[in-house]
Structures are given as C-alpha cells and as structure tokens.
C-alpha cells in the first residue's frame, strides 16, 4: 500500500463541502494548544475542524518521500499537499471546451472532473496558517501564509470562478453613516457662525 492511499485509508470524515480527509489518529504530530489542552469546556466546531486539518497535514508530512519535517516544510510542499487533496474533491469544475463551462447550473453531466472548491481550500488554509502558530510556529516562517500558496489560491479562485460561473467577489460590509452615530440633538443645532468681517 502507498502512502497516499494511507493517507486516504485513515480518514474519517468531511467538512465544508468535503474539504478534507481527517485521520483517525489525533493525537500525531502536536496537541491543538495549551488553552484547549487544559480546559474542560468543549471545543468549538471550527477548534476540532483546525486540530484535524492539523493531523492530517502531519500525516501527510510523514507520509511523504522523502518524511518530511514540519521545520523543513515550505511553500511548494503546501501547494503538493493541495493538489494531492484536489482528486477528493467533489465540486465540478468545467473544462473550457465544456458546453458547460461557465454555467452555474448546468442541465446535465458532464465528464469535467471534481477538485476541491476554493473556498474550501482557502478556510483550510486559514486554519492550518493559525494552527501552525499555535504549534510554536514563528509568523514570518509560515509556510501557509508563503506568497506562492496566495497566488495559487487566487488562480484557483479565478480558474473556478470562470468556469463554474460563480462570482466569489468579496461581499462589502455596509457602513454606517457618519450622521446615524451623532445624537439627535447635534443634528438640531445649526453650525456656528463665523465671522469673516474680522
């Protein structure tokens, strides 16, 4: 047996619209932090899904040939290490000679194939980038926040975005006017009067 498929073999479950395989073992590599090591309290959702998305890449890291360190661990092993996750994607993503490719709602199958959204890889990302620190990882070393994974992630958002006819622009936060913060009375008040006589 390869170690991809132990990888594979070892997962449990999927989240956000199958994200990522999670191992059985959840105890390798390193506990999630020393916040939730020594509080009684449950973990939030997205505290278990970072803690799997955490052993996962550790496995991984072992799994690969050469084993690889975390230590020794950079930009271009996080884009090996999402590619290898592309083929337990479950989105289609169409080809441009697709009759699809652009629609978002195409009528009937095609034989385009499945890969990981991009929202998917880019909350795990997220994740592994927090975990990575919580881990005794130092910012400016992180690999998850390497420029090229950035560029890869952007390429696979816009790549998804044509082809599947979605538009993943940032939705823009309403701002409150400056006039609802000021009290009713200083909205009453007329402005004062200069005096441009001198």
């Known amino acids: 047996?390869?170690?991809?498929?132990?990888?594979?073999?070892s997962a449990n479950s999927s989240v956000n619209t199958s994200m990522l395989i999670s191992t059985s073992n959840t105890n390798s590599l390193a506990s999630s932090s020393s916040n939730s090591?020594?509080?009684p309290t449950t973990l939030s959702r997205y505290e278990n899904q970072k803690r799997r998305d955490w052993n996962t890449f550790g496995q991984y890291l072992r799994n690969h040939r050469p084993p690889l360190?975390?230590?020794?661990?950079?930009?271009?092993?996080?884009?090996?290490?999402?590619?290898?996750l592309d083929q337990f994607g479950k989105t289609k993503v169409h080809n441009q000679l697709c009759p699809f490719y652009g629609h978002p709602n195409p009528p009937a199958p095609c034989p385009c194939p499945l890969?990981?959204?991009w929202g998917s890889l880019d909350a795990?990302?997220?994740r592994l980038r927090a975990a990575y620190e919580e881990n005794g990882g130092k910012p400016e070393a992180n690999p998850f926040g390497a420029r090229a994974?950035?560029?890869y992630l952007r390429e696979i958002r816009d790549s998804q975005s044509k082809a599947r006819g979605i538009s993943y622009e940032k939705k823009k936060r309403k701002r409150p006017s400056q006039m609802q913060h000021l009290p009713a009375a200083?909205?009453?008040q007329a402005p004062p009067s200069s005096n441009l006589n001198g």
Request: charged share 15%.
């Open 186 to 188: 200083a909205l009453l």
């Open 124 to 126: 795990l990302i997220g």
């Open 115 to 117: 890969r990981q959204a």
């Open 149 to 151: 994974v950035r560029l």
């Open 1 to 9: 047996m390869n170690s991809n498929q132990e990888v594979v073999n």
């Open 37 to 39: 090591a020594t509080s």
């Open 69 to 84: 360190s975390l230590a020794r661990c950079s930009g271009a092993h996080v884009l090996e290490f999402l590619r290898y």
